[in-house]
């Protein structure tokens, strides 16, 4: 009678023991899937105190909020979704890194680590001020509508060239080994212009001049739909001191970084920019604007961001308000 009364028992706690493991497997669908592991992760040492690591976005059905950066078990940094690159500073020279890097999700949950990259810091050199000379001629060309290639002659220094700064505008986009003379940009538009500059960095963090500029056009056409403003609405309900004001409101373009500038055109001409100082907009912006004293007059009202890669985005929807007329 005991062995039978064990041995129901052992079942019991088995059928009770799946039965959990079912439940939790219910609970972590209820809760979404997770983030995916970032990929094409890099890491490559700035100088003798900074690694600059890199990875690709990730992509999640309600966006990524940040990235989390890791060295090692510890968190070092915490960067928008927007972003895909970041400088760990405060490092010890000589030494070897381990880095990984997570997505976590708008609603909060974190997926899993990405492979673990490795990048050891050259050693220290006291009292450098010297920067290094500017990187001899830069040159260009596209690789396919959505990446461009870029080359340049090697800088000299008085010790060592640790790491090559690319910026496209006034933005660092990209850092490479001080072995490298040459890189693939990647993330473009097709049908559009930039411009790209190098910078020499040493141990010592000293930068030298940028490059002339490499200017090149992606071949291709872009219809502007993937970067345009969504969800553009326009009222002139809105009246003070005897004038209307045309209400706008608008959803800022998906892109890869926070879009601070807006053109607002009136009737096919540029009417006004719109600059945000400090945190721009990224769920949903609004913006009031002075139309006129006069009831009646109808315009056509459309609004395009600046792109972070100093481009022009595409024009949202066009509009037509009348002043005085409730709605648009």
């Given amino acids: 009678m005991r062995r039978v009364l064990v041995l129901v028992s052992a079942v019991c706690a088995a059928l009770a023991l799946l039965s959990s493991c079912a439940w939790g497997e219910a609970d972590a669908e209820d809760g979404g899937r997770l983030p995916g592991a970032p990929t094409g992760v890099t890491a490559a040492a700035g100088s003798a105190t900074s690694v600059h690591v890199m990875w690709s976005a990730v992509s999640a059905e309600g966006g990524i909020k940040v990235y989390e950066v890791y060295r090692g078990t510890t968190k070092v940094k ?10 760990v500073t405060m490092l010890k020279p000589s030494t070897s890194y381990a880095f990984t890097v997570r997505a976590r999700d708008k609603d909060g949950r974190l997926g899993p680590p990405s492979k673990t990259v490795r990048a050891t810091t050259p050693k220290a050199v006291a009292a450098d001020r010297s920067a290094p000379t500017r990187p001899g001629k830069a040159d260009g060309r596209a690789v396919g509508s959505r990446a461009v290639q870029l080359s340049w002659s090697p800088a000299t220094d008085d010790l060592d060239v640790v790491s090559y700064d690319i910026y496209q505008g006034e933005a660092k986009i990209h850092s490479v080994g001080g072995n490298q003379t040459a890189t693939v940009v990647t993330g473009l538009r097709p049908g559009t212009r930039y411009s790209f500059t190098v910078r020499a960095r040493d141990a010592a963090d000293n930068l030298s001049p940028a490059t002339a500029a490499v200017r090149l056009t992606t071949p291709g056409t872009d219809d502007g739909r993937g970067t345009a403003p969504t969800g553009f609405e ?4 809105h009246r003070s001191d005897g004038a209307y004001y045309l209400e706008l409101n608008w959803v800022p373009p ?8 807006y053109q607002i055109q009136l009737d096919g001409r540029a009417a006004t920019s719109l ?8 769920e949903r ?11 009646g007059v109808s315009h056509r009202v459309r609004l395009r961001g600046r792109l972070p890669d100093g481009t022009w985005g595409g ?3 066009e509009l037509k308000v009348t002043t005085g007329a409730q709605g648009g």
């Avoid at 326009?234 to 309900?237: L, S």
């Avoid at 600059?275 to 990224?282: E, T, W």
């Avoid at 609004?286 to 009831?295: D, H, K, T, V």
Wanted: glycine share 12%; aromatic share 12%.
């Fill in 78 to 87: 915490e960067v928008p979704g927007a972003e895909h690159m970041v400088d």
């Fill in 234 to 237: 326009a009222r002139t309900t």
């Fill in 254 to 261: 998906r892109t890869d970084g926070v879009v601070t500038e």
């Fill in 275 to 282: 600059v945000y100082g400090g945190s721009a907009p990224r």
């Fill in 285 to 295: 912006a609004a913006y009031s604007f002075y139309l006129g004293p006069e009831r």
């Fill in 315 to 317: 024009f949202s929807t």
